[in-house]
C-alpha cells in the first residue's frame, strides 16, 4: 500500500497507527540503487513524505539554519546562505551523486540511510548539527553525534520521523575545510572524507575544533577525542607520528571492495594534516 499524506500530523499520525513501520520514501535515490543490485525491497506499506511541504522548507535565521528532511540536495547546495556561511554543507550536497540524484536525493534520506560513507554527515557533525525527530507524541531535539548507534542502525523509534535538520551559525573567524577522498569526481562514494571546523586565538593556537569524517568507522565519526587532542596546539607544530597514533584510537576503517584499512588509515592521517596546513597557510 502506497501512502502519500500532504500534512505533516496525517504522516505521523501513520505512522502512530501502523502495525509495522511502513517505508519511509521521498527522493528514492537509495532505493533505486539496492533493486539495480538486485536487492528485493518489499515492505508491506510506504509513505511517501515528498508531499509534506514543511519538510521542504530552508529557513536560514542570523544564529542557526533550518532545513526541512524532503529538501533536495541540489537546493541545499545552490541556497545562498548556505554557500556563504555553512560552505562545506554546499560542497558535500553537491558533491553527493550527479546532478539528477541530486535534483532527486534528501538530506534527510541522506543522513537515515546511515552509510557509514555518506557524503553530507560528516560535515553536519562539523557544523554540530541537531536533528528533530516528530512523532504524535511531539518533537525532540538531538544532537546528530547521538543518532547513530551502529552500521545502518540510528536512534530512530518506529513511529517517529526525521523532518528537519538545525546548524548553528559557525564563528565568522572560524576555517572551514572539506574535501572527498573518492575513485572520480562524480557518482563515486567515498573511500573516505573529512569535514573540519577550526577556530585559531590571536597566537595561532587551535582554540576549537569540530569534525566528521566518513568511511573510517561503523557510523559517520565525529572524533572528539582528536579534536580535544588538537586544542591548544599550533598546525605547524602538529607531531605527524602523534597524529596517527591519536587517530588509531578513534577510527577503526575495514577493507572492502573500495579501499583497504592500511589506506583509509593513512588518507585519514593525511587529510587531517592537510587542513592544518590549509590553517597554516591562510
Not at 35 to 47: C, D, F, I, M, S
Not at 241 to 248: E, G
Request: charged content about 20%; aromatic content about 4%; some cysteine.
Amino acid at each position: 500500500m502506497w501512502h502519500k499524506p500532504t500534512t505533516l500530523a496525517d504522516a505521523l499520525t501513520l505512522l502512530a497507527e501502523a502495525a509495522k513501520r511502513p517505508c519511509v520514501i521521498a527522493g528514492g535515490t537509495d532505493l533505486m540503487v539496492e533493486r539495480q543490485l538486485g536487492k528485493t525491497v518489499t515492505p508491506e506499506a510506504w509513505l511517501d513524505v515528498s508531499a509534506l511541504n514543511a519538510l521542504h522548507e530552508i529557513d536560514a535565521a542570523p544564529d542557526t539554519l533550518r532545513i526541512g528532511a524532503a529538501t533536495s540536495l541540489r537546493t541545499v547546495a545552490r541556497h545562498a546562505d548556505v554557500q556563504a556561511r555553512w560552505p562545506m554543507l554546499a560542497a558535500s550536497a553537491a558533491l553527493t551523486g550527479a546532478t539528477p540524484i541530486q535534483n532527486r536525493a534528501t538530506l534527510g534520506g541522506n543522513l537515515v540511510n546511515a552509510s557509514p560513507a555518506a557524503d553530507n554527515p560528516p560535515v553536519l557533525l562539523a557544523y554540530g548539527a541537531e536533528i528533530e525527530l516528530a512523532s504524535v507524541r511531539g518533537i525532540r531535539l538531538l544532537p546528530l553525534t547521538e543518532f547513530y548507534t551502529g552500521y545502518r542502525q540510528t536512534v530512530l523509534a518506529a513511529d517517529e520521523l526525521v523532518i528537519a535538520v538545525r546548524l548553528p551559525t559557525p564563528p565568522e573567524n572560524a576555517r572551514h575545510y572539506y574535501r572527498k577522498v573518492g575513485t572520480r569526481q562524480a557518482q563515486a562514494i567515498a573511500k573516505l572524507s573529512l569535514a573540519a571546523l577550526y577556530e585559531l586565538d590571536a597566537a595561532g593556537k587551535i582554540t576549537a575544533m569540530r569534525c566528521g569524517m566518513a568511511s573510517v568507522a561503523a557510523t559517520p565519526a565525529a572524533l572528539p577525542g582528536l579534536a580535544a587532542w588538537l586544542r591548544g596546539q599550533t598546525p605547524a607544530t602538529v607531531d605527524p607520528a602523534a597524529l596517527r597514533a591519536q587517530l588509531a584510537l578513534e577510527i577503526t576503517p575495514i577493507d572492502d571492495i573500495r579501499s583497504t584499512r592500511a589506506y583509509r588509515l593513512e588518507v585519514a592521517a593525511r587529510l587531517i594534516e592537510d587542513s592544518l596546513t590549509d590553517l597554516s597557510d591562510h
